[in-house]
């Protein structure tokens, strides 16, 4: 079955069929996954089976691999660059991050140098009668930024905003080494995309803690209008799992929202890798 494209109908997300990825994927195939990355924002592949090594392999296809500060915790077989998102306990400890993502944001906004891409591979999912819990909801801030008006375009477009690590509720404990190690930096809250060179706003409520240029009251306001118009439905594909999908997505054009609306003894164990980005301009 040759691999196919099946856009979701909404403003983000595609399926990518006729692909198993725990074989060689050959450089064609990868160019029209990487394609449709680039256009919708939001991929996802079903039925897959895969190692952490494959996994890895798969996420260096798209560029270096980063290692975030939760998998020196919860790393998967001791790998520094992939790690566990998960309810479930082991002898009273946790295994994962138990309730990540569970406000809008990009992954590592925070960061000098953002992520890039994440993927996520679901090794368990939640159900209740048959029906899968733990969705992930995606804006696509690039749409978002299409449709603002153009007075408020030429506004913002030069505008940069403070993204400070400790702006957001975490799901588990933090060191005064991790915060040490993402001090505050200064993003454009309009950002061109380093492949299609496509605009999107980035910005968010809680990682964005102020605007260059403007008192607090001003950037507040800034912040929380631009922050609620990129997540307005328009805007949102929701992602429903099934156990073996792998989702990548794009973290330049959208941002994401984990649901959390399960608990034990419903399980749900997620596999995570990112990719290293550059510098937001």
Not at 133 to 142: D, K, P, Q, R, V
Request: charged share 20%; proline share 6%.
């Amino acid at each position: 079955m040759p691999i196919a494209v099946h856009p979701s109908g909404r403003a983000a997300g595609a399926e990518i069929t006729g692909c198993n990825l725990a074989t060689d994927l050959d450089d064609a195939n990868f160019a029209v996954i990487q394609d449709a990355l680039d256009e919708h924002g939001v991929i996802y592949l079903r039925n897959q089976t895969l190692t952490p090594d494959q996994q890895v392999a798969f996420t260096e296809r798209f560029g270096e691999p980063d290692v975030n500060f939760n998998a020196l915790r919860f790393g998967v077989d001791g790998s520094p660059t992939i790690y566990r998102i998960s309810n479930i306990t082991e002898n009273g400890e946790a295994i994962g991050t138990r309730r990540a993502g569970e406000t809008w944001h990009t992954d590592m906004s925070y960061a000098k140098h953002p992520a890039l891409a994440t993927m996520l591979y679901a090794v368990e999912v939640p159900t209740l009668h048959g029906m899968p819990l733990g969705g992930t909801g995606f804006a696509n801030a690039a749409a978002a930024y299409d449709a603002l008006p153009q007075d408020l375009k030429d506004a913002i477009t030069s505008l940069k905003g403070v993204f400070d690590f400790r702006g957001r509720k975490r799901s588990s404990p933090v060191s005064a080494e991790d915060i040490a190690a993402y001090p505050p930096v200064e993003h454009p809250i309009v950002r061109t995309h380093p492949r299609t060179g496509r605009k999107g706003l980035y910005i968010v409520r809680d990682d964005t803690t102020g605007i260059v240029g403007k008192d607090a009251d001003e950037s507040q306001a800034l912040i929380e209008a631009l922050a609620d118009h990129v997540i307005k439905p328009e805007f949102i594909y929701q992602h429903i799992w099934q156990q073996g999908d792998v989702v990548v997505w794009d973290n330049c054009t959208v941002q994401h929202r984990a649901v959390q609306d399960y608990g034990l003894p419903q399980r749900r164990l997620l596999w995570r890798t990112t990719v290293k980005g550059g510098a937001p301009y």
